[in-house]
């Protein structure tokens, strides 16, 4: 079963524009992490929050986590053509041993 | 380093055939992992594999298996092919445990006609 739910599930935005992905989930977590996935490619791990940061930043990317909330958000910030790809949040629950995904959110980023 | 790679990267097969997919993972990982892609279940965990031990199994019948060999290489089998086993096989591997960073292959795209 997910354990995550992304939205929105698809997004379509101009080259520039910023893109903001929410994922949700159920249980308490150890991490979380965000992966992309070009069309029927493998995924590409993009960053780990753990629960107990609220923040994180990786270049053109800002995580947030609310695990008061059991939220989490990825924003792209002055999104390319080249970021076009499915964006998957993945949690490590702390009663569990695997990494569960969501459903992902489809982005296009139009020139 | 080279990244995780797996073959065949495409196959066609028919319905209760089997078919066996391999995985080779990054040099120095130790844990792989198998997840099946569809459009409507997304992705899901099937099995993880540490120091040739299955560590974790989804929720999957037991037509799904899997093996992992002394030099962290791994396998997974899939008998008696159904339509609903057409899929993206994706293997993804990471230094100790199925919750570390996943690193992942290109994928097997299994069509079951």
């Known amino acids: 079963s997910q354990q995550g739910e992304e939205d929105p599930q698809a997004l379509s935005i101009q080259e520039g524009e910023n893109a903001t992905m929410n994922c949700s989930y159920k249980?308490?977590?150890?991490?979380l992490q965000w992966y992309r996935q070009n069309s029927g490619r493998g995924l590409v791990h993009l960053i780990l929050?753990?629960?107990?940061?609220r923040e994180k930043h990786s270049g053109r990317l800002r995580v947030t986590l609310d695990t008061s909330k059991k939220s989490s958000s990825l924003l792209i910030t002055a999104s390319r053509a080249a970021d076009t790809a499915s964006y998957f949040c993945?949690?490590?629950?702390?009663?569990?041993?695997?990494?569960?995904f969501g459903e992902g959110t489809q982005l296009t980023v139009n020139p | 380093k080279a990244g995780v790679t797996q073959t065949p990267r495409y196959l066609i097969k028919t319905r209760g055939q089997q078919v066996t997919l391999s995985c080779s993972p990054i040099?120095?990982?130790?844990?792989v992992s198998w997840y099946q892609q569809t459009p409507g279940q997304g992705l899901q965990f099937l099995f993880e594999?540490?120091?040739?031990?299955?560590?974790n199994k989804g929720n999957f019948p037991g037509r799904f298996s899997g093996r992992q060999f002394s030099n962290s290489r791994s396998e997974m089998n899939v008998s008696t092919l159904e339509l609903g086993d057409s899929a993206l096989y994706l293997c993804?591997?990471?230094?100790?445990?199925?919750?570390?960073?996943?690193?992942f292959g290109p994928g097997t795209r299994l069509t079951v006609l």
């Open positions: 993804a591997s990471s230094l100790y445990t199925g919750t570390d960073t996943q690193y």
């Open positions: 249980t308490s977590i150890n991490n």
């Open positions: 929050i753990r629960s107990n940061e």
């Open positions: 993945a949690t490590d629950e702390t009663s569990g041993s695997r990494l569960t």
């Open positions: 040099s120095g990982h130790r844990s």
């Open positions: 594999y540490f120091s040739e031990t299955q560590r």
